[in-house]
């Protein structure tokens, strides 16, 4: 067994409120028992424009935003996957939309930046993620050693990965068992299919899925899905929150996963 808490926030412009925030977010997961905790897309900031993203790009490394993940998984004792934070690249146009993972002593075991940036155009409301983002190559997993003893193999995603079942396959190959997918989806393309994609992506892999997501009425006038979920193996919502901040709070059961595998096999009949 492993407990842990998808974290929902409705950021807004300033990151130090944002940081409050989270922070308190964070120890109410660690005062329910969370030995892994996960922050939503873009967590530290939900600027006026997409470009504000880039005053806030920080150093692989170090930078503010960093040194904040790792001071709350040392303090709390406890797995922090930091959303996603922009991370600067060779040019000072684009940024990576990255997701840090920092293990109990504070110390960043793995990095992931965000492969599929979103574009999304309906006359209403017009999203290009990849103005000022740069986009990541390459799937990430790394392995969490919990308490009960079982090392859980994780693979990350953000957000529009969602959509690309190929790369959770790829997780899939690698081992995977619970799949992390931070995510800011808009009010429109939430209501419509993030439920659906997020349980397609637990019962095609049969894996656990946790989601924190960004949910409400952000105060750049951008209006996030929220419905932060824990996805069983079997495709079952253990958990979620509708609208607002806080804590989905739920628990991994290797046993659980290892049963479904059992009866229902399918990752060992692929033929492609």
């Not at 929902?8 to 028992?33: C, F, H, I």
């Not at 146009?93 to 992931?112: I, K, M, Q, S, W």
């Not at 193999?153 to 957000?159: E, K, N």
């Not at 079942?165 to 995510?183: C, D, I, K, M, N």
Request: hydrophobic share 40%; net charge negative; aromatic share 8%.
């Amino acid at each position: 067994m492993m407990n842990v808490a998808a974290i929902q926030m409705v950021s807004g412009t300033r990151l130090p409120d944002n940081l409050v925030t989270a922070r308190a977010l964070l120890e109410q997961a660690a005062q329910g028992g969370a030995e892994l905790a996960v922050l939503p897309e873009y967590f530290c900031v939900m600027g006026h424009k997409d470009t504000d993203k880039l005053a806030l790009g920080e150093v692989a490394g170090d930078g503010l935003i960093q040194r904040f993940l790792a001071t709350a998984a040392r303090e709390l004792q406890m797995w922090v996957v930091g959303g996603t934070l922009p991370v600067q690249t060779t040019t000072p146009e684009r940024v990576r939309n990255t997701t840090l993972v920092f293990d109990p002593t504070g110390a960043c075991v793995a990095r992931y930046d965000k492969i599929h940036l979103f574009t999304f155009d309906n006359g209403r409301e017009q999203y290009y993620e990849s103005r000022v983002i740069e986009a990541g190559h390459a799937p990430v997993q790394f392995d969490l050693p919990a308490r009960s003893g079982h090392r859980w193999r994780v693979g990350l995603s953000v957000c529009y990965d969602l959509r690309f079942p190929e790369l959770y396959r790829a997780h899939a190959s690698a081992g995977a068992e619970l799949l992390l997918v931070p995510s800011a989806f808009t009010h429109t393309t939430g209501q419509a299919h993030w439920e659906v994609l997020l349980r397609a992506r637990a019962v095609e892999n049969l894996a656990y899925v946790l989601a924190p997501a960004q949910g409400g009425v952000h105060e750049n006038g951008r209006h996030t899905w929220g419905h932060s979920m824990l996805v069983d193996p079997w495709g079952t919502v253990l958990g979620q929150q509708d609208q607002g901040p806080g804590v989905v709070a739920g628990t991994l059961d290797i046993e659980r996963l290892r049963s479904v595998r059992q009866q229902l096999p399918a990752l060992s009949h692929r033929v492609l």
